[in-house]
C-alpha cells in the first residue's frame, strides 16, 4: 500500500469548507448521563482542527459513534422480554437508542478543549446540517451528528457520501481508527471532494508504514496476546520483514502443544498446531530469528488471586494454566530488544489485566522504554497494557487504531488511506 499521502500542508485551505472524519467514537459512562470516560481521541484530534481554523478554513466535522442497529436491537429484546409487542416499538426505540449514542457530549467538551464554540447539528445531511453547514464561516467549527444514524453510511452508500461531500470543499480525514472499513464517511466521501490526511494519519502512516517498508534494522516483532488465529495475518507478514518474531501471550501455548508440549489448561488453539509448526519452518528457511518462551508463569486457576508457579515450558501440569511468560523468559526478550533498531510490538506477554501476571508485560514495556531503538506500539489491548503500566510517553508511537492498525501490520491496503491523494 502506498503510504505517501497528501496532507494538509500540501493543500491551500483557507477560505475552504473542510469535511473532516475523526474518530469521535468516545467511551461513555453506561448510565446514559453523557459523561465522556476518556477523551484521548478528542484530544487527539486537536492539532489538525487547530491548523485548519488558524488557517482560514471552516470545519465540518463529522464521526461514528458507538453502534445504533445494535444499541436499538438489545432495546428491542430488552422490551420484548418485557411482554411489549415489537411492532409498536419501533419508532419510540430507535429514537431512544440514538439519543444515546448522540454526538452532543463530544461537542461540548471539544469546545472546552477549543475554547471556542462547536456548533452542533441535529442530523448528519439532513436540513439542520445543511443549513448550519451552509451559514458556517471561516475559523468557525460544526460537529454533525452521528454519520451512523445515516443506515447509508455503512454501506458506503454513494448518494449519503455525495450529500456529505455536497457541504464542503475538501475532505480531510484523521480518523485512524476507522480507515479500515469502507464506509461513507471514511472512503465514499473522496470520490466527490480532493482527500487529505489530518496530522494524526499522517504520523500513523509515517512511522508504521516506514518501520514496515524500510525499518531500521534489526527489526524485532513481538507478538503476544490471546489468539494466534487472530494473528495469523501479523505473523505472517512480518515473517518476511522482521530479523526477530518473539512469541508471547496465550498464543505461545499453541506453538508449545505443536512441538509436543504439555500446556494444561492454557489457552489453546488445537486447530492451529500444524500452522504454529508451519511458521517455525518458515522462519528457518527465511533465517528469521523466532523466540518462543523457555518458561512460563501457570496458575491455578484464571483469576487475580490465583495460586501460581513457575516451570518450563511444554511441562505446565495438569489444573493448571499460563498467564505470563517466565523470569528466564522475560530475560531472553529483554536481550533481543536491547540492540534492536526498530521494535514492533503488538499483543501483551501475560493477562496484564490481572496485576500478578502482569511482570511479563511489564519488563518488555520497560526494556523497550530503554533502548534506542524506535518502538511502535499496535492493538487496542497492547496500547492499553503501555498505558496502564506508565510507559505510554516512553514508546516512539502508540497507534490510535486498534483494528487499523493491526490490519496495516498484516500489510492489507486500508480502505481509508488508499483514497487519499498520492503525494
Ligand atoms: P491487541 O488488542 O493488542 O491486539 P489481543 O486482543 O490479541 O491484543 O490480546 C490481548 C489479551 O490477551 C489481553 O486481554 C490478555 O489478557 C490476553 N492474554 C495474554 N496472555 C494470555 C494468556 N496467557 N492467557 C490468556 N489470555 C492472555
Ligand atoms: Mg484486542
Known sequence: MNYHKKTVRDVDVRGKKVLLRCDFNVPMAKDGSGVITDDKRIRASLPTIRYLLENGAAVIACSHMGKPNATYAAYVKKQTEKGKDPASLTEEGWKKSLEQLSLKPVAARLGQLLGQEV????????????????????????????TR????????????????????DLYVSDAFG?????????????????????FLIQKELEIIGGALADPKRPL???????????????????????????????????????????????????????????????????????????????????????????????????????????????????????????????????????PAFAKGTEAVARALSETSAITIIGGGDSAAAVAQLGYADKMTHISTGGGASLEFMEGKELPGVACLLDQ
Not at 160 to 168: E, P, V
Not at 191 to 197: I, T
Not at 256 to 270: I, M, R, T
Open 119 to 146: 456548533i452542533m447539528a441535529a442530523d448528519v445531511v439532513g436540513p439542520d446540517a445543511a443549513a448550519k453547514a451552509a451559514a458556517l464561516q471561516p475559523g468557525q467549527i460544526l460537529l454533525l451528528e452521528n
Open 178 to 198: 476507522a480507515v479500515h472499513r469502507a464506509h461513507a464517511s471514511t472512503v465514499g466521501v473522496a470520490a466527490y471532494l480532493p482527500a487529505v490526511s489530518g
Open 220 to 354: 524485532v516483532a513481538i507478538l503476544g496476546g490471546s489468539k494466534v488465529s487472530s494473528k495469523i495475518g501479523v505473523i505472517n507478514n512480518l515473517l518476511s520483514i522482521a530479523d526477530t518474531i518473539i512469541i508471547g501471550g496465550g498464543m505461545a501455548y499453541t506453538f508449545s502443544a505443536a512441538q509436543g508440549g504439555q500446556v494444561g489448561d492454557s489457552l489453546l488453539e488445537p486447530d492451529w498446531k500444524d500452522y504454529a509448526n508451519d511458521m517455525v519452518k518458515k522462519a528457518a528457511e527465511k533465517g528469521v530469528k523466532l523466540l518462543l518462551p523457555v518458561d512460563t508463569v501457570c496458575a491455578d486457576a484464571f483469576a487475580p488471586d490465583a495460586k501460581s508457579q513457575v516451570v518450563k515450558a511444554g511441562r505446565i501440569p495438569d489444573g493448571w494454566q499460563g498467564l505470563d511468560i517466565g523470569p528466564e523468559t522475560v530475560k531472553l526478550y529483554c536481550d533481543a530488544v536491547k540492540d534492536a533498531g526498530t521494535v514492533i510490538w503488538n499483543g501483551p506477554m501475560g493477562v496484564f489485566e490481572f
Open 149 to 168: 444514524f445515516e443506515p447509508g453510511e455503512t454501506k458506503n452508500d454513494p448518494e449519503l457520501a455525495k450529500k456529505l461531500a455536497s457541504m464542503a
